[in-house]
């Protein structure tokens, strides 16, 4: 018996030391890579893009390692599913990494102290090839809180050009307004299978909330609160319409009722399950990577507006940049590598946006410049619509919490279904927001905003 | 460590009264230590931090600010807080009765067939069981999809159009509740099972000589011996239903217009989304002190019934 | 990985070949509509309760875009096997099953040693203290692991337990509720027992360890199975502690993997059965353990 005891002891003792001897301390950090020793350490989070921008990451990372001698970069990919909790919890627990990735506005993290301003660590002159739509979203209070690197329509239409032939309408026409969405639906749904739709858009009142932001402007002039954040304003019978369109595509079955497939993917259209999309423009690069003999049979437009003005906020602008954690303990180090990847040689960026199909906008004219040169442009039809029929209509992302925008796509997701009409819907939502106004003083967050 | 081997090889002495009560303590203690030490540090401590954390404004970079109760009567007066307490409940009466009805039948048959069947029922009854909530999640996912799931193609077949079972917001909190009762059934069968043979057979041979139903044995034997296990596998079940938050954290998001938003995926949906950290953990704190009460009061009504026994 | 492979054929073959087991009785007409009415039952009971594995089975055998595929079809065109032998000779895969296994191994261990060391201590033994500390342990058993979610994270990163197997292992080990079952065993053990193996000289420790152990067999099952379990299967936790892929574990895995490659459903669905696998062997050996104990979980 006492030896067994003395074997439990033992084993137990081991089992405490082999568990201590798998701490290496540093969140993600692996400890083969040889070139980590002797040179500074930077933390570097990324997210799951498409499958091309996945492959540069890495590439760009590993580039940096080989290229110089007193920086290693450890590139971890946290899953975009787990993104936000992990990145709370780690803020929380002061040891989030030293950069990441972040889409979106930041002026509530920038706001709240996250980030580190890059002014002081990165040299003037790199900062002013960037374009002004990129300055936009990558500056608080006048200062650099993010290196910007791409710019990209979050929402366009994508449509199945074999489809439209086979209704009978001009393949190469797709709708502008509403009006022609539906029309063209008439005709397309007599040709569908049962769980084929006419349209996929966004399903479920996340998306919808971020991507009818320029639809929201479009069509009422202003966003669901008012300039100074103080008071909600989602009542204006315009978004009622907005409601109703979607409510249109619903009741004639033209959209399936449940999304077929991830908020942001073209998986519904490489499928042949719809006929047309709505989408970013990194759908083109999805479909051009996952399913490829469709490109050559779908089209891309800028997204339908109530009105057929197409040149005026036609879609939100969706962005991509980097970012400084401000409890980074290597800040400069850091910076060292923005300034290679992001803000150096523009040979180091063109395979992103070469291999993403010419999907995205660059940030800086001259990486514009030398990506257009590629060869590989002819054979992308569709970088032409993103660059001059797109991007130089979208307006920038909305500001204000997340919160806001998921109020008012419950109130599309709830108005469409028939849940609520349209006018209760919206009511719901403007209580929602200002619930959201108060609890987090927003009115005194947008003055401290503006102030410079 | 070394305490522990050296308590072991001490000789054993006779009793003697208050040495032996010493040394009582002394073997207690070191066997509680590991336990002890780990439910200290792993939950009696973030607890204290979490009851602390709840009376601030917190965005982790900026000083943390006191707000008194603030937290706490934000989340008292939003009604999505008790929309999703309302929604837990009414989760829990789509799980629990099915679940317990369910077992009962399936216990009742697995006693009354061949052991060979009733082994191959009960494993299989169990075999759900052991699947994570993950897993559960990806394939009922793929069961419920809107244009090529299997339940939909099942449906056309009788005639009926394809439904959204996770997209429409009233079939979305059915279609979480049925894979939570697929992997709950097996321990409540198992468990039931045991208490069906626990029941004395002279009872049910009595009342069939008298020739009672099998309704009327059910009714006047089977659930007043099985009371206490009823009960036990209700509380369980209340207990696990209302805190479930994994098979729609995957399968849904919370979604269709929070149709599938437990309490607990509220929570940790704020939590994951808010700017400041005090509102998810004064939910949290709350939602605690709501379960805390609607268990002790159920344990109340259990403990008072088995007195009546 | 042999025994990876296997699970997915052995719910199907098991079905078919237990069921006409039971025909030997005389029969009158009536006994035999009763028993036809039983095996029916019986039948839809076993079919319903596998059908979403055996789906997730068959599922995985298709190609990606035969999974969701409009019209819809029940069998894949051409059996694929190559799913499940790519996902399988992904060596981060592998790793993943075969660490969480690790893992799972050691925590199921640990859970059973420390919480009924505990659970004697709190049956058996006098000591000071004991009123307090026991409803204190208790409590524990209530406080909702969201409520302590953030708080304990942030604990684990103050012991630099990120990213490593510590930090799966240890925070869930000690159980109030596994203390609690098990203390409900131990009390019913009769005291004749224990005061039998005193006059034979033995101590507190030898009481322990000669009676108490050996006769702990079926809690052990339970709380072994409930431990394992609880390993396997946890999904947020280590989705917040572990960023290091090299020890990612498979719910985890299982969750990426979804995320990142959403279009590679039967890909996902072998993945998801083959990560299934490990732990449906494992009850299928001790089942017979588990089945005869489990009602204790229940009862007292």
């Known amino acids: 018996m006492r030896r067994r005891t003395l074997l439990t002891t033992a084993a137990a003792g081991l089992t405490a030391a082999s568990l201590a001897a798998c701490g290496s301390g540093t969140p993600g950090q692996k400890a083969e890579d040889s070139r980590a020793k002797s040179r500074t350490n930077v933390e570097f989070w990324g997210s799951v893009f498409t499958t091309p921008e996945n492959a540069w990451y890495k590439k760009v990372v590993e580039d940096f390692n080989d290229a110089q001698e007193d920086v290693f970069v450890n590139y971890t990919v946290v899953p975009a599913d787990a993104w936000d909790q992990k990145l709370k919890a780690a803020q929380a627990a002061g040891n989030a990494p030293d950069m990441y990735i972040k889409s979106g506005r930041l002026d509530t993290d920038a706001r709240t102290g996250l980030l580190k301003p890059l002014d002081d660590l990165i040299e003037a002159k790199v900062f002013d090839e960037i374009t002004d739509q990129a300055k936009e979203v990558s500056q608080y209070q006048g200062k650099w809180f993010g290196f910007p690197l791409l710019l990209e329509p979050q929402v366009t239409l994508l449509w199945d050009k074999d489809l439209f032939e086979k209704a009978g309408l001009d393949p190469e026409k797709p709708p502008t307004t509403w009006h022609e969405m539906f029309q063209a639906c008439e005709k397309i749904a007599p040709l569908l299978k049962n769980g084929q739709f006419c349209v996929g858009t966004a399903g479920d009142p996340d998306t919808f909330g971020w991507t009818t932001v320029a639809a929201q402007q479009h069509v009422a002039g202003h966003l669901p609160v008012s300039d100074d954040w103080s008071k909600a304003d989602a009542m204006d019978p315009k978004y009622e319409d907005l409601i109703g369109f979607y409510k249109t595509l619903q009741e004639n079955k033209w959209m399936p009722r449940q999304p077929l497939g991830a908020g942001n993917s073209a998986q519904p259209l490489g499928e042949g399950k719809v006929a047309m999309l709505s989408q970013g423009s990194w759908a083109m690069s999805e479909i051009a990577a996952d399913y490829p003999d469709k490109v050559k049979t779908t089209g891309m437009a800028p997204w339908v507006q109530n009105d057929g003005d197409l040149e005026t906020s036609i879609s939100t602008i969706g962005n991509m940049k980097w970012l400084i954690d401000a409890k980074s303990k290597e800040p400069e180090a850091t910076a060292t590598f923005f300034t290679w990847a992001l803000g150096g040689d523009p040979e180091v960026l063109k395979p992103f946006f070469v291999d993403t199909q010419f999907t995205k906008a660059p940030a800086r004219q001259k990486v514009t410049d030398v990506v257009n040169k590629d060869p590989k442009s002819k054979d992308a039809p569709w970088s032409s619509v993103v660059f001059e029929d797109i991007v130089p209509f979208c307006v920038p992302e909305s500001q204000y919490p997340f919160d806001i925008n998921a109020a008012l796509g419950d109130a599309i997701q709830s108005g469409m279904t028939g849940e609520a009409s349209p006018k209760d819907a919206l009511k719901k939502a403007n209580t929602e927001i200002q619930k959201v106004i108060d609890r987090e003083d927003l009115a005194k967050a947008h003055k401290e905003m503006e102030s410079k | 460590m070394s305490a522990l081997r050296e308590a072991a090889a001490a000789p054993d002495a006779r009793p003697v009264r208050s040495s032996a009560r010493r040394r009582d303590s002394l073997m207690a203690y070191i066997m509680l230590a590991p336990v002890l030490v780990l439910l200290g540090t792993f939950v009696v401590w973030p607890a204290i931090q979490a009851i602390y954390l709840s009376f601030f404004d917190w965005s982790f970079y900026t000083p943390s ?106 079939w979305a909190l059915g279609a979480i509740a049925l894979p939570a009762v697929w992997l709950g059934l097996g321990i409540s069968t198992l468990i039931m099972i045991a208490a069906l043979l626990d029941v004395p ?31 036990f596998l209700l509380v369980t079940g209340f207990v696990a239903s209302i805190q479930q938050y994994e098979l729609p954290l995957v399968m849904t998001a919370g979604g269709p217009q929070h149709a599938t938003e437990l309490p607990n995926l509220f929570i940790f949906n704020h939590f994951r989304k808010d700017t400041y950290v005090g509102y998810s953990i004064a939910a949290a704190m709350l939602l605690f002190a709501v379960l805390g009460s609607i268990s002790s009061v159920i344990f109340r009504i259990v403990n008072s019934e088995k007195l009546v026994d | 990985m042999a025994i990876t492979q296997a699970a997915p054929v052995l719910a199907p073959t098991t079905t078919e070949t237990a069921l006409p087991a039971r025909r030997r009785k005389k029969l009158t007409p009536s006994r035999l509509a009763l028993l036809a009415l039983k095996t029916l039952a019986g039948a839809v009971i076993v079919l319903l309760a596998l059908f979403p594995l055996a789906w ?73 203290g004991k009123r307090i500390v026991w409803p204190l342990v208790l409590m524990t058993m209530f406080i909702p692991g969201m409520t302590i979610l953030l708080t304990s994270f942030i604990v684990v990163t103050k012991l630099y337990m990120l990213d490593t197997l510590a930090v799966l292992i240890l925070p869930g080990m000690a159980t109030a509720a596994h203390v609690f079952f098990v203390r409900q065993f131990y009390l019913n053990i009769p005291s004749s027992l224990e005061e039998a193996a005193r006059v034979d000289g033995c101590g507190r420790w030898g009481v322990y360890f000669r009676i108490f152990i050996p006769l702990s067999k079926a809690p052990f099952v339970v709380v072994g199975i409930g431990s394992f379990m609880a390993y396997w299967n946890s999904f947020v936790w280590p989705v917040l502690t572990i960023t290091n892929p090299d020890l990612f574990q498979v719910q985890q895995y299982l969750a990426n993997f979804r995320g990142e490659r959403s279009s590679e459903l039967g890909l996902l669905m072998a993945g998801s059965a083959l990560a299934a696998a490990p732990i449906i062997v494992l009850f299928l050996i001790f089942q017979r353990q588990i089945i005869a104990n489990i009602k204790m979980a229940g009862l007292k």
């Not at chain 2, 793929?142 to 244009?147: E, L, N, P, V």
């Not at chain 2, 057979?201 to 099985?226: C, D, H, K, M, N």
């Open chain 2, 65 to 170: 600010q006191f707000v008194g109760v603030k937290n706490y009567a934000d989340v008292l007066g939003d009604d999505r807080f008790w929309q999703a307490i309302g929604r837990g409940l009414v989760f829990v009466v789509m799980t629990v009765p099915v679940s317990l009805v369910l077992s009962f039948l399936i216990a009742s048959l697995a006693v009354s067939v061949s052991r060979r069947v009733s082994t191959l029922l009960k494993i299989s009854i169990y075999i759900p069981s052991v699947i994570s909530g993950v897993i559960a999640s990806i394939t009922f996912v793929m069961i419920y999809d809107y244009s090529g799931g299997i339940l939909n193609a099942l449906i056309n077949v009788v005639g009926l159009p394809n439904q959204a079972w996770l997209g429409d917001p009233r």
């Open chain 3, 56 to 128: 997730m089975v068959i599922s995985g055998f298709k190609l990606r875009t035969e999974v969701i595929r409009t019209p819809f079809q029940f069998f894949p065109d051409v059996w694929e096997v190559q799913n499940y032998v790519q996902i399988l000779s992904d060596p981060s895969f592998v790793r993943t099953l075969a660490l969480t296994g690790f893992g799972a191994v050691i925590f199921t261990t640990g859970s059973i040693v420390i919480n009924s060391m505990a659970a004697y201590a709190f049956a058996r033994l006098e000591f000071v």
């Open chain 2, 201 to 231: 057979q002279s009872f049910y041979e009595a009342a069939e000589l008298e020739g009672a139903s099998w309704w009327q044995r059910t009714r006047y034997i089977t659930v007043p011996q099985i009371k206490n296990v009823l009960l």
